[in-house]
């Protein structure tokens, strides 16, 4: 069954307030393009963002859940690799686990340029995805 499915019949199948389902609720209060935008640097929240707000999905909105989606998938990467390297040379895990404080920057970055509407791409990563990601502009 695809996530999509799953979806529709998590948010229609809920009735809550006053009969009104989570989907309405969500895209009639809490999912504009805004938001949308900000969840999209939160990890796995991305998903929340891309799966919740497609009727309201803005430009802004688009460029945001490209950035965080890059930002996640090279984090995950990143996070994969060094994982390795510190398997196989105890020694520096320390000073390599703090590489995952940049991805944190990166996303404090990105959430405030959603915040403040601002397309500007992430330092370091952004260039390279925003023209990916092109399923996003369905």
């Known amino acids: 069954m695809p ?16 009969g009104t ?15 949308q935008s900000i969840l999209a640097y ?18 802004l909105s688009r460029y945001h859940l490209r950035q965080g989606l890059g930002l996640l998938v090279v984090a995950i990467l990143v996070n994969a690799a060094l994982n390795i390297i510190i398997m196989l040379l105890p020694a520096l895990g320390t ?13 404090i970055f990105g959430i405030i340029n959603a915040a403040n509407e601002v397309q500007k791409p992430l ?6 995805f925003e023209n990916q990601f092109s399923f996003l502009d369905r």
Do not use: Q
């Open 123 to 128: 330092p370091l990563i952004g260039k390279l």
């Open 3 to 18: 996530v999509d499915a799953l979806w529709t019949i998590l948010c229609f199948g809920f009735n809550g307030l006053y």
């Open 42 to 59: 939160l990890g796995i929240l991305w998903l929340v963002a891309y799966f919740g707000g497609r009727e309201k999905r803005d430009t």
């Open 21 to 35: 389902s989570l989907h309405h609720l969500l895209n009639v209060f809490i999912m504009n393009p805004k938001t």
């Open 95 to 107: 000073p390599l686990s703090l590489v995952s404080v940049v991805f944190l920057i990166l996303m």
